[in-house]
Structures are given as structure tokens and as C-alpha cells.
């Protein structure tokens, strides 16, 4: 006679016998290790038990009752669910058995019917003394990755929570999730892959739909709330100036050529005509910033320094290539192009056959900047910028470019400025003179002319003031207003 046959006769012949029964079943039992389960002695309450048993909620609500009795007394107070059948009392005594078999038992017992699922499998070994049936459910449910959803009165449903499964329906909510702030290829990076089995992201909208058991989905869509929230944005003024040598002396701009080192202005900022305790000028000439790949300090853009470009730009000696403002996201990437468009005409082939093709040839000022803010307030700009100037003509009648590059990563505090120099172009040219009529004589003329190679050297500068942009918005766009 089987274990089960026998809790089965025991059933039938009375209650009364069924302590002993369960005592000579032990002492004969195989020697297998038991998980014994015996009911608290403190009730707990339905939250308290399933954090104990899984942090991840898995199956529907059904306990008001002992919540309410817990706020008003202070004292866990006995687990009550919702629909009576669920407060039958029940005793489990499982080693081993299948879900399908303590199913079959606890419908035998208590005229609950409990309905498995497909794809739901697993073992129970459960033993103690009288529990609510809802608390045996939620024990085994919880241990087998399912859930139960009632179906009609007296009958239960336990299925996988698993969408592959037939009953996976049976037992889900759908909700339809709208973003506002990411997109949704961000938030399926973010997602994690167990999450996104129940989750389907819209290619061509910003909506997310989750199908899933009703406790699992709320706390996927407690995540995606979590992910999907504003980012904190910064404004990035970006002037780019083109000098002449002597004007970046005179606006202290003079960078050694043959120095690798950076110097940062104690406190971050740059004061009015000196630098660390020396004349800026002279520092800078001393060497004081790298020229690799473009020189970086950083200082505070004063009313001074802007009024000294404005008088350079004034009298010829700087040109302004860029005066504008980026709106990035924290952490995002955002671009500025100022580029020219050229198409050249190029003659290849033989004279018999020639072929004429156009050549695209790209000229400016391309400008990245990505800012990080951090906790403190301060905000690192990872900076990359390409400056691209036709110099000449080669002789198939292409442009000659050249292109300089700046690559910085910078730390500053909000509203202080960035300025990356030293990419310097140095140009040749032939300055021919004559006197007029004799100097246009044929053969003659050339004792009336003179010739000399003049050398200029132009350095282009790059100032970016990033800040933090205020959440309303509002005063910093009366501000940008007022400034145009």
C-alpha cells in the first residue's frame, strides 16, 4: 500500500485517526532530508510571508483583513484572504509528492479544487500543522516559479509564469506603458532580459506594453517609471575665434610649442589679467599649456576678455567662426556643425573619352560635446573638435585642406569656461612689388620689382561655457532672449 493510498483511507475513517496514521508513516519513511514547515507562532502577515519567501511578488493580493488587523493592533495578526475557500484550514503532508498529487490532495481534503497548469513541474515536501489553503498555494507557487488565479467559486488555477505557456492568459494583466523621457531602444538596454521576456517595445512609438501576472507586472512598471525620468540638461555656449599672432598676445593667448604640461588656475578660475600669481601672458608664453592636441584651461569668461574679442574682431586682427549654443542631456552627445559644401570638377579618362565626376570637398567647424554632471555640481565635458580650412589648390584643380584636430576631457564647475587653443596654421604667401610703368616693362621691368615670402600664422580658439540648465527654464529663456 502506497503512502498515498493510505492518507487517502485515513481521510475516510476520520480525523481523529489521522495523528497516528501520520506518526507510523514517518517511522517508515525513506531516510530522504524533509523541509518541515509548521505553522508560525506568530501569524504572519501576507506581505511579511511572501518577502520572506520571494522578494519578487509573483501572485494576486488577497489579504486585506490581516493587514487592517496589523495597523490597528500593532501585532501581526492571522493571514484572511479574500474568498472564504482560502481560510479552509488544511494540513500538508507531502515528501516529495508532485504538485499535480498535492493538488489532487488538497481538493480531496477541503473541496478546493486546484487546477495545475501545463509547464508547471516540481516537488513538494511539506509538512505541519493546519494552515490556510491560500497559505499552502502561496508556499508552493512561490518554490515552483507559478501562481494561482481563482476561476470560479471552489476552483483555483496554478500555472507557470512563463508566456510559453497555454495558461500563461489565464493569468496575466496588460498594460499599455507610454514614455516620455527615453526612448525605447535606452530602455531596452536597461531592462533586464528576464524583465523584457514580458515586456514588447513599439518600433515605431514610445510605448511599452507589459503582459504579465498582475503583482509582477505592477513592479516592471515601477521600474520603467523609475528609468523614465528627465534628465537634467546643459547649456553649452561654443564661440569659436580665429586670431592673428599678435592678437593672441594680446589677449594672453601665447602657447609654447614645446610643452606637454597643463596648468589650471588654482580655484578654477581665471582672474583678471593673472594666472597663479603670474601675468597671464607671460605664463602662457612660458609654456604653461599642452599643444598636443590643442591647449585646455578652464576660468571664468569675463565681461573683459569678451570686450577684447569684440575690439579684435573690430580691427580684422580675430574672426568669429562660431557663435551659438548646445542643448545637451546629461550623458548625451550633442553636435555642432558650421560646414561648407564645395564640388570640384574632376576630368579623368582618356581624350577620346573623358569622364567629368564632381568631388564633394567639406569645410568648417564640427564641434561634440558630451556633458556629465555629477553629484557635487560639477559637470566634465568630454570635447571633440575638427576645424577644416581650404589652403590651397593642388594642381588637378582640388582643394588642399587642412584639418586640425582637439580632443579634451574637462572638469568644471558650472558656468565656468573652456578654452582649447594651440591648433595653429601657418600660411606662406608671395608679396611682389613694382614700380608703376617701369616695373611692367618685358625683361627691364624686373629691375623695378621686388619679391619677399611673407609668413602669417593664424590660431584658432575655441571657448565653451557649459551650465547647468534650471529645471523651469523660464529666467535662462528670458536671459538667451535678451542676449540676442
Known amino acids: 500500500m502506497t503512502a498515498r493510498s493510505v492518507r487517502a483511507c485515513a481521510a475516510r475513517l476520520g480525523r481523529a485517526f489521522l495523528p497516528i496514521l501520520l506518526v507510523g508513516l514517518s517511522a517508515c519513511a525513506r531516510p530522504a532530508t524533509i523541509l518541515r514547515v509548521q505553522a508560525p507562532t506568530t501569524p504572519l502577515t501576507r506581505q511579511r510571508l511572501r518577502h520572506e519567501v520571494d522578494p519578487i511578488p509573483l501572485s494576486p493580493p488577497r489579504q486585506p483583513d490581516s493587514e487592517a488587523a496589523t495597523e490597528t493592533s500593532g501585532t501581526p495578526g492571522p493571514v484572511v484572504y479574500e474568498h472564504e475557500e482560502l481560510n479552509k484550514p488544511y494540513t500538508p503532508s507531502w515528501y516529495g509528492d508532485s504538485i499535480r498529487d498535492a493538488a489532487s490532495d ?6 478546493v479544487a486546484v487546477q495545475v497548469g501545463p509547464l508547471v513541474i516540481g516537488s513538494v515536501s511539506l509538512q505541519g500543522e493546519a494552515m490556510p489553503v491560500g497559505l499552502v498555494l502561496d508556499l508552493i507557487t512561490a518554490a515552483a516559479g507559478a501562481t494561482y488565479v481563482r476561476q470560479a467559486e471552489n476552483v483555483y488555477l496554478i500555472a507557470a509564469i512563463n508566456p510559453n505557456s497555454p495558461a500563461f492568459g489565464a493569468i496575466s494583466e496588460t498594460e499599455l506603458v507610454d514614455l516620455w523621457y527615453v526612448g525605447v531602444t535606452e530602455l531596452r538596454d536597461l531592462l533586464p532580459a528576464h524583465v523584457m521576456d514580458y515586456v514588447q517595445l513599439s518600433t515605431t512609438e514610445p510605448h511599452a506594453l507589459v503582459v504579465a501576472p ?35 598676445r594680446e589677449l594672453g593667448f601665447r602657447w609654447a610649442m614645446d610643452s606637454s604640461r597643463t596648468a589650471v588656475p588654482e580655484g578654477g578660475r581665471i582672474p583678471s589679467g593673472r594666472l597663479n600669481g603670474f601675468n597671464a601672458a607671460q605664463a602662457l608664453q612660458d609654456g604653461s599649456f599642452t599643444h598636443d592636441l590643442g591647449a585646455t584651461f578652464m576660468g571664468e569668461f569675463t565681461h573683459e576678455l569678451q570686450a577684447s574679442l569684440r575690439s ?4 580684422g586682427s580675430a574672426q568669429i567662426r562660431v557663435d551659438t549654443r548646445l542643448i545637451a542631456q546629461n550623458g548625451k552627445t550633442s553636435d555642432l556643425n558650421f560646414r561648407l559644401q564645395q564640388f570640384f570638377r574632376i576630368e579623368t579618362g582618356t581624350v577620346a573619352f573623358p569622364r567629368i565626376d564632381l568631388e564633394k570637398i567639406e569645410s568648417g567647424v564640427k564641434l561634440e560635446a558630451t556633458p556629465q554632471i555629477s553629484e557635487t555640481g560639477y559637470i566634465t565635458v568630454n570635447l571633440t573638435t575638427t576645424v577644416d580650412d581650404v589652403v590651397a589648390l593642388a594642381a588637378n584643380g582640388l582643394p588642399v585642406v587642412q584639418t586640425r584636430n582637439a580632443t579634451s576631457t574637462v572638469r568644471v564647475r558650472d558656468g565656468d569656461t573652456i578654452v582649447i587653443a594651440g591648433m595653429v596654421e601657418e600660411r606662406e604667401s608671395q608679396i611682389e612689388q613694382r614700380v608703376p610703368v617701369p616695373g611692367h616693362i618685358p625683361i627691364l621691368g624686373r629691375l623695378f620689382t621686388s619679391s619677399r615670402t611673407a609668413v602669417s600664422k593664424r590660431e584658432v580658439a575655441i571657448f565653451i561655457t557649459p551650465e547647468i540648465l534650471p529645471e523651469s527654464g523660464s529666467s535662462w529663456e528670458w536671459e538667451f532672449a535678451s542676449a540676442e
Open 214 to 248: 498582475p503583482d509582477l507586472k505592477d513592479a516592471i512598471i515601477r521600474v520603467i517609471r523609475a528609468v523614465d525620468q528627465p534628465q537634467t540638461q546643459v547649456v553649452m555656449r561654443a564661440l569659436v575665434v580665429e586670431l592673428s599672432e599678435q592678437a593672441a
Open 106 to 111: 488538497i481538493a480531496f481534503e477541503t473541496g
Open 312 to 315: 579684435l574682431v573690430e580691427d
